[in-house]
């Protein structure tokens, strides 16, 4: 997988029809999503339940893209291997999930796969000053995790101090929550390179009308270009 910091729109399955998981992630990667964004969560360290790496593995057949894995769960390091089982080209931890951030990612990519870290909109870009040479994404939360469609909060600053900080190391920045065609316009400025959306990407669709799931995602790139 070669490093491309051209902006990428990755679907969150978060806003999809859970019962056609793998019929929705082929209808949207079919209208133009670049990556397939996978929400993890356990009711611990986020305020709602989804899925686990069972799940994953059920529908890593459907993606011919990336599956990009974000672990809204503490602990993290003993579902790592698991996860990387189940197919994931990323996964991601949250710097604020536990008291080792650095073995977690250490542990991630030594499972074989590409390492993110998640910065909650309280967490400082300074946070992950001693990670950078670890982590191929660092994930900027521009809602609270935990549920989807909130309000977007405004982390362009946080974006642009992690872009300065990366300097020309192949890390994506990647934005998760509130991303529209209004807010995507102003992260990308700032530096972010992938974009998660959920219900800006599936409403109005589904998988037997996939065709508003394009007009979506082409309203979103839209709004950067």
Not at 182 to 187: E, F, H, I, K, S
Not at 192 to 206: E, M, P
Request: hydrophobic share 45%; aromatic share 6%; with cysteine.
């Amino acid at each position: 997988m070669s490093f491309d910091r051209s902006v990428k729109i990755a679907p969150s399955i978060l806003s999809a029809d859970f019962a056609n998981f793998g019929a929705e992630i082929e209808a949207v990667e079919g209208q133009g999503a670049d990556w397939i964004h996978v929400d993890v969560m356990d009711g611990h360290f986020v305020p709602n339940i989804t899925f686990g790496a069972s799940t994953c593995a059920a529908i890593r057949p459907h993606i011919k893209t990336i599956m990009d894995v974000h672990l809204m769960i503490a602990p993290v390091d003993p579902y790592i291997e698991g996860f990387a089982e189940a197919g994931a080209d990323f996964i991601t931890a949250h710097v604020e999930a536990g008291p080792h951030i650095h073995r977690t990612l250490q542990a991630i990519r030594g499972a074989g796969t590409k390492a993110g870290v998640a910065l909650n909109p309280g967490t400082p870009a300074d946070a992950v000053a001693e990670l950078l040479d670890m982590v191929d994404l660092i994930c900027v939360m521009t809602v609270n995790p935990g549920f989807g469609g909130q309000k977007f909060i405004d982390m362009t600053a946080k974006v642009r101090r992690l872009r300065e900080m990366i300097g020309d190391r192949p890390i994506h920045i990647e934005i998760d929550g509130g991303v529209t065609p209004q807010t995507a316009p102003l992260v990308v400025d700032a530096g972010a390179d992938v974009l998660v959306a959920g219900s800006a990407v599936f409403k109005g669709g589904s998988v037997t009308d996939p065709a508003p799931y394009g007009e979506n995602i082409r309203a979103i790139r839209a709004s950067y270009a």
